[in-house]
């Protein structure tokens, strides 16, 4: 999750279909949620990576 | 076309520690609009002549603060090898006007919107060529190819 870095800006979510660099690392090809499309992306110290078995926790 | 057929410029980096004035004068030596901040050749933000002005000077913040203080984080790359239009949509749907592209997760160049516009330029130009030569000189194309006699 990236956060919106304005007020009113909200924050954009999107899904981690790919790590790019060596080790798993970034940048990763993120599918976002709102417009569908997939990006490379260097997350921020702000992004928020959840992993999937977190959220059935 | 692949983004690594395009003339991708070389990107200028800068560390995270740089400071706002280093920063400033090394756009201005490179005459460039935007530094790429990295950290062990991996890309942790991004720099522009505007967020300078923006972010710094109209917020009199001293010229001494690092620069990562200033930067944008989150950035949108493209890599080398992705198609021309996944920069075209990369573009359109994030309101920037440079995208880092990268190898592999390293940085190895920058497209602006302006080289794409050149480059979609130039193809639209040489596309229409044919057609521009044919509404300019009717009478020749008709003497070229003339129609097949019927016996």
């Known amino acids: 999750m990236v956060k919106g870095h304005h007020i009113g800006d909200p924050d954009r979510k999107g899904q981690v279909l790919e790590a790019r660099g060596p080790d798993f690392t970034a940048p990763f090809l993120v599918r976002w949620d709102d417009t569908g499309h997939e990006t490379l992306l260097f997350p921020g110290t702000d992004a928020v990576v959840e992993h999937l078995a977190d959220q059935s926790a | ?151």
């Open chain 2, 1 to 151: 076309m692949r983004i690594e057929e395009i003339a991708v410029r070389p990107a200028v980096t800068a560390a995270p520690g740089t400071s706002i004035a280093e920063a400033a004068r090394l756009m201005a030596n490179e005459a460039v609009g935007c530094l790429i901040i990295a950290e062990n050749e991996r890309i942790v933000g991004i720099v522009t002549d505007r967020d300078l002005v923006v972010r710094a000077i109209a917020k009199r913040v001293a010229l001494d603060t690092r620069v990562d203080d200033i930067m944008s984080m989150n950035v949108i790359a493209l890599d080398a090898g992705a198609d021309i239009r996944d920069a075209l949509r990369a573009f359109s749907m994030h309101a920037v006007r440079r995208l880092p592209v990268v190898v592999r997760g390293k940085v190895t160049g920058l497209l602006s919107l302006d080289d794409l516009v050149v480059v979609l330029s130039k193809q639209f130009g040489e596309l229409t060529q044919g057609v521009a030569a044919q509404l300019l000189f009717p009478h020749a194309y008709d003497e070229a190819s003339p129609p097949a006699k019927v016996a």
